[in-house]
T-cell receptor, first 113, second 112 residues
Framework: DAGVTQSPTHLIKTRGQQVTLRCSPKSGHDTVSWYQQALGQGPQFIFQYYEEEERQRGNFPDRFSGHQFPNYSSELNVNALLLGDSALYLC????????????FGPGTRLTVT | GQQLNQSPQSMFIQEGEDVSMNCTSSSIFNTWLWYKQDPGEGPVLLIALYKAGELTSNGRLTAQFGITRKDSFLNISASIPSDVGIYFCAGQTTYNTDKLIFGTGTRLQVFP
């Protein structure tokens, strides 16, 4: 039973650039949520995707956007990167009717220089 | 963004000791979860709680959903070195059942 996978593992970008992070949900799951975890803090909700649409959004600017594909995998895009975007980006998957039990991937460590 | 208050912030204990940590919110929650995160990894779900007063165990771990619905507790009995990590509480409010709101974390260090 494959768990949540994310790619890449690490990424280094320059201010102003754009980045795309990828996530494949746990087998059988149809809902994907993205979180940002700054160093020393708990994860912060970015948004959630279900049926290829953004269902819920946290307090993040429009520079953060996403997409969900028919196979339930998802991408997180961040435009015009800022130094403050440096963080661990976590993807979590769940079933639509059980979004309380979210299972996390290993994360993508993004460093913006 | 909103975060739950967790305490203590860190704990340094000896192997074999019991551990208690808690999480509080100013809002009522209808779900509480406890996660453990190792360095460089994503959080791993330990226990999920759905009803006020509920007490649930997972091996040496026991968690409780507070009766006020504004707090939760996690106990670890007879700690072992592999218990080292950061423990996060997380919850969902009654008006937003999609996103998880996380606590600030409790860092646990176990000495042999």
């Amino acid at each position: 039973d494959a768990g949540v996978t994310q790619s890449p593992t690490h990424l280094i970008k320059t201010r102003g650039q754009q980045v795309t992070l990828r996530c494949s949900p746990k087998s059988g799951h149809d809902t994907v949520s993205w979180y940002q975890q700054a160093l020393g803090q708990g994860p912060q909700f970015i948004f959630q995707y279900y049926e290829e649409e953004e269902r819920q959004r946290g307090n993040f600017p429009d520079r953060f956007s996403g997409h969900q594909f028919p196979n339930y995998s998802s991408e997180l895009n961040v435009n015009a990167l800022l130094l403050g975007d440096s963080a661990l980006y976590l993807c979590a998957s769940s079933l639509a009717g059980q979004t309380s039990e979210q299972y996390f991937g290993p994360g993508t460590r993004l460093t913006v220089t | 963004g909103q975060q739950l208050n967790q305490s203590p912030q860190s704990m340094f204990i000896q192997e074999g000791e019991d551990v208690s940590m808690n999480c509080t919110s100013s809002s009522i929650f209808n779900t509480w979860l406890w996660y453990k995160q190792d360095p460089g990894e994503g959080p791993v779900l330990l226990i999920a709680l759905y009803k006020a007063g509920e007490l649930t165990s997972n091996g040496r771990l026991t968690a409780q959903f507070g009766i006020t619905r504004k707090d939760s507790f996690l106990n670890i009995s007879a700690s072992i070195p592999s218990d080292v990590g950061i423990y996060f509480c997380a919850g969902q409010t009654t008006y937003n059942t999609d996103k998880l709101i996380f606590g600030t974390g409790t860092r646990l260090q176990v000495f042999p």
